[in-house]
């Protein structure tokens, strides 16, 4: 991630040269290596997961990266809370989690399926807080953490944003999931009435005398269904970026543009093209215009 970062900056620094814009931005954002093998911790891109480190982490012997403690977490659940040192909540995330399933399972096998349903749903909620819980307190944690916004925009879209300080885009991205999940909602249903109405139309047992063809029917559930996939991937989409958000503007958190902005004018001379060519035309003489900001 952090190379992705400085491919964008340099990206974004062509961009604006070959407009002739120039940012100045803090040199100390520059002078940092993204990349040096030779430091203790390596980077997200070499290494996505180190159990040594992970089992560091938990003896307390080293620091570790909130990626690989959360991603150990995921497997040994309640490792961010021994690494936080919160040991306290060990008993109340595995009293809720397994006490939860327990009595999910106990009341599936008695026939009270819409109850059991319930206690499944309280089991994933209280793994989903427990992981949340270990992403909010962990430590160390200087501020921003783009690790720390991207897990909690991962496990809460738009956390991540309030984290960085940036409340005005929370409903910006949740107002976009709410119309992904609307959108999802209403085409599904709409798939399933048209793909019903298709399966009585074209039913050669049962007489259909419905006012929609079968034609009809065909043309709209597919119709739907194309919608709704689309409502999926526009879901996913949205998701995504607020994630990337999170963390892009977590890291750049110490890019600082200066206030000082200035115009620069000045004499110049203008080759033509081909001005070492025979016959080429003389040079022209112009008022170049420079603005720094």
Known sequence: ????????????????????????????????????????????????????????????????????????????????????EDYWKLPIAYG?????????????????????????????????????DGALNYKPAPYPHA????????????????????????????GGLIACVY?????????????????EATDTEVPYSGPITAETALYYRNIYRTYRDYSIVALLLVYAIQVIDANVFAYMHDFEVTDDVSLNVSPTVISPPGQFAMNASNPAFGVRFGITF
């Open 1 to 84: 991630m952090k190379r992705l970062l400085v491919c964008i900056v340099t990206a974004a620094a062509l961009l604006m040269s070959a407009q002739g814009l120039r940012a100045q931005f803090k040199t100390e954002a520059f002078s940092q290596s993204y990349n040096d093998d030779t430091a203790t911790g390596k980077d997200s891109t070499d290494v996505l997961f180190s159990f040594p480190e992970f089992i560091g982490g938990l003896r307390h012997e080293r620091e570790a990266r909130i990626g690989t403690i959360f991603a150990g977490s995921t497997i040994f659940l309640g490792a961010q809370q021994i690494y936080n």
């Open 96 to 132: 809720s989690i397994l006490g939860s399933a327990a009595a999910g399972v106990y009341l599936n096998t008695t026939g009270h399926k819409q109850a059991a349903k319930y206690c499944f749903i309280g089991t994933a909620a209280s793994y989903w807080a427990t992981l949340l």
């Open 147 to 174: 690790g720390k916004a991207t897990i909690m925009s991962l496990l809460c879209p738009g956390l991540g944003q309030a984290y960085n300080g940036e409340y005005w885009k929370i409903p910006i991205y949740c």
């Open 183 to 199: 959108y999802y909602n209403f085409n599904t249903i709409n798939f399933e009435r048209f793909r019903r109405i298709y399966i």
